[in-house]
Structure formats: structure tokens, C-alpha cells
């Protein structure tokens, strides 16, 4: 009964842009189209979001189905409001390209920490 009364609260949202952020951290940008009682949204001109730092680009996903159980978060997006935010907007192979140099610097510093617990004969698992 709870999910059906979570998932009725989102027809108000029919016909706004939405971000919808996932389980997998992806953010996507679109317009709500319609919405069932599992919370499975339709989402037309959506945009997958990435940002980098101070930059971000939008990938073009077109219509996007989202299944309720995915979704972590979603809002109304002020559009007034997002012409102002201190972000640079920059191409898709330009995000792509920083992403994945963040990706890249994570795994080293994952790995040169998973090294210097090792030294210290200690391990991830020691802590969780």
C-alpha cells in the first residue's frame, strides 16, 4: 500500500523535467511522461547527465523506461535555477575522456591504499 501511495505522488510530477539519479550513480534529465504504481517512470528527451569536477556533459538518451526499484532520488529540476550553477557544460567526448581519467586515478590510489595496508598486514576486510 505504502509503494502505491509513494508512486501516486509522482503524477503531479507529469509533464516536469525530472533528474533522476540511479543505483548504478547515473543521473539522468527528462521529461516525465507517465508513471505506474511500481514507480516505473517514462522519461521523453532524457539526457544522461555526467559531471567531472566543474564540468559536465549531457549524453542523449532520447525515451529512457526506469524502473521504480532503480530509482534512488528524483526532483523537479528549476530550470531558472539550473542557467545558474557554477558548472561548465562541455562535449560528450570531453566528459567521456575525464571521466575516465577520474576512473583511472581512482583505481591507483584504490590500489597503491590496498598496498600500503598490505605492507602493514592489514586488509580491507580487517575494517567492515
Not at 509503494?3 to 543505483?23: H, Q, T
Not at 527528462?30 to 555526467?50: K, M, P, S, Y
Amino acid at each position: 500500500m505504502d509503494s502505491f501511495i509513494e508512486a501516486a505522488s509522482l503524477i503531479g510530477d507529469v509533464d516536469k523535467k525530472l533528474m533522476v539519479l540511479l543505483r548504478d550513480g547515473r543521473v539522468l534529465i527528462g521529461i516525465l511522461r507517465t508513471v505506474d504504481q511500481f514507480a516505473n517512470l517514462v522519461l521523453h528527451r532524457t539526457n544522461e547527465r555526467i559531471h567531472v569536477g566543474k564540468e559536465y556533459g549531457d549524453i542523449n538518451r532520447g525515451v529512457i523506461v526506469v524502473r521504480g526499484e532503480n530509482v534512488v532520488l528524483y526532483g523537479v529540476v528549476d530550470t531558472e535555477m539550473e542557467s545558474k550553477l557554477p558548472f561548465k557544460k562541455v562535449s560528450v567526448d570531453e566528459i567521456l575522456d575525464a571521466q575516465r581519467k577520474e576512473i583511472e586515478a581512482k583505481k591507483e590510489k584504490d590500489t597503491l591504499r590496498a598496498k600500503a595496508l598490505k605492507e602493514r598486514d592489514l586488509s580491507h576486510d580487517d575494517f567492515f
